[in-house]
């Protein structure tokens, strides 16, 4: 197999990687406590609503793809039929299956938790009456706040786990690299 064309699939997979696990941090630190601190529902509801779809998909492009083609390079290096044994070389496979399963885990959570838990609190935001122009808004019942409150919570512990599930499946993944180049104690 052409090195260039190993190298352009293993520059595909750290350049989705960056884009997922950058992202993640991005969102986590950045962006969703920046949005909590804009107010009321009624405030946020908006950004959500522009950004929600497109946010989802880009996590779900970006891990998919991090996954596909780091695959994609155990397979071009050790043989597409040879790939399982990869997770058996002592170091480098336990670092290497501790990334897939943190990366795994990482994309799960954010098809079955963070996205259906964010569509969840933006449909109540939506529900929520509409402020007439210039008046503020009408603060939700102390039932909905609480609801809202706790989806919040939940969204933020996800995204927060999904970090660190990012964190770990890099610091694997740089490990098994680590050991494959240098030797396991390099």
Do not use: D
């Amino acid at each position: 197999m052409a090195a260039w064309y190993i190298w352009v699939i293993r520059f595909l997979h750290v350049l989705s990687g960056v884009a997922w696990v950058g992202g993640a941090f991005f969102w986590a630190m950045v962006i969703a406590p920046r949005v909590l601190a804009r107010g009321p529902p009624p405030l946020r509801r908006p950004f959500l609503e522009a950004v929600l779809g497109g946010v989802t998909r880009y996590f779900y492009v970006a891990g998919a793809m991090t996954i596909v083609t780091g695959f994609w390079v155990l397979g071009l290096l050790g043989g597409f039929s040879n790939i399982g044994s990869a997770f058996r070389i002592k170091g480098y496979g336990t670092a290497l299956g501790l990334g897939v399963v943190m990366a795994v885990g990482m994309l799960i959570e954010g098809v079955w938790i963070i996205t259906p838990t964010a569509k969840k609190l933006l449909a109540m935001m939506q529900a929520l009456p509409t402020p007439e122009p210039g008046a503020p808004p009408t603060p939700p019942a102390p039932e909905v706040q609480a609801e809202m409150a706790k989806l919040g919570k939940e969204l933020g512990m996800a995204s927060m786990t999904s970090v660190l599930m990012g964190t770990i499946a890099i610091g694997a993944m740089t490990w098994a690299v680590n050991s494959i180049h240098c030797g396991v104690t390099c």
